[in-house]
């Protein structure tokens, strides 16, 4: 298992300290976890359950004449 070093301010040391205390982990734990959370690259799963579920959800290419036009875009 590897380490690393993190530097914090204090008032972001104690949010990472108060949310470990909630969640009863470690703060390498809870640390670990939030990283697996939004590192990850893939959609969760409780969202990919999601799919199909709304019959009655309008998709675009069947309402594409409802839709207001589109706004000229500003170059660069």
């Known amino acids: 298992m590897s380490q ?3 530097y914090l301010d204090d008032a972001t040391q104690a949010l990472v300290e108060q949310a470990a205390q909630a969640n009863g982990l470690s703060k390498s734990r809870w640390v670990s976890e939030i990283i697996r959370k939004y590192a990850a690259h893939e959609w969760p799963q409780d969202c990919l ?3 199909g579920r709304f019959a009655d959800f309008p998709l675009r ?3 594409a004449a409802a839709l207001p036009a589109d706004v000229p875009r500003v170059g660069f």
């Open 4 to 6: 690393i070093t993190l």
């Open 49 to 51: 359950a999601l799919a």
């Open 61 to 63: 290419e069947e309402n």
